[in-house]
């Protein structure tokens, strides 16, 4: 495709961004891969285009994902006719995405379970609510429209009882305490989420259940559900949790990825109104490292 510049002064990669359906990135990686020309030369990222301009570039090919069902291992621990509760490994992605178009618990739902609510689309049918790929623990499933808005709803308005276990850095001061503080994407690192006065409300509780020196178990319950709440809330109060590869230091537990499990999992029934609460145990290297702590302390 062809765009002619009309106003000077901005770099080639922003130019293009601005003035194409490419992003940022695209524009780059286009830029790397010399598939752009001003003017029929190649030119860096950082070139300042001038009026008149003529740039050349082409549109990336669509992905075209496509969802299959897989017959994946998958621990369901609850199931009815509008509802499945699932406890989802460490190390699996919930939904399937450009980086992960397979092998995620979406494929392994659509095997086993089948009859999932088209709230989301095709990319997260049932999904509810996410954990991190490197979160263990429980998550709602809904198999009907009607109970998929019932519980999201639920969840909106905090009444469904989230609680997580983690192995965090450092010995905390309190046995309990709240952290309020608003998350939103870090301005310095757009893979990270950060504490930031832009940022949307964000409430967790903790208790303190174990101490080791070192590190702590905590019980943490989630009030809100932003993106990697509780990794950030520790982080920020200088206690991250262990193994953490994106807010925690490098040296920590051996792990493969942080040590952080959604325990506890309560709802209200979006059928029958019935206060249910699920509790599964920590997987097996969660544990191990519990043991390990102990005796060593």
Known sequence: MEIKVVESGQRL???????SPLSRRQANDQIKQDLVRVNGSRK??????????????ELPKEEILEYQAQDLPLDIIYEDDVLAIINKPQGMVVHPSAGHP????VNALMFHVKDLSSINGVVRPGIVHRIDKDTSGLLM????NVAHKILAEELKAKKSLRKYLAIVHGNLPNDRGLIEAPIGRSE???????????GKEATTRFT????????????????????????VHMAYIGHPVAGDPLYGPRKTLFGHGQFLHAQTLGLTHPKTGEEMVFTVEAPDLFQKTLQQLRQKR
Request: net charge positive; hydrophobic share 35%; no cysteine.
């Open 13 to 19: 990669d922003k130019t293009l961004a601005d003035l």
């Open 44 to 57: 860096k990222a950082k070139y300042t285009v001038q009026a008149g301009d003529v740039i050349t570039f």
């Open 102 to 105: 397979s092998e995620t618990m």
């Open 141 to 144: 499933v809904a198999k009907t």
């Open 188 to 198: 310095k690192d757009r893979k990270k989420q950060a504490v930031t006065a832009k």
């Open 208 to 231: 303190v259940l174990e101490r080791f020196g070192d590190y702590t178990l905590v019980e943490l319950q989630l009030e809100t559900g932003r993106t990697h709440q509780i990794r």
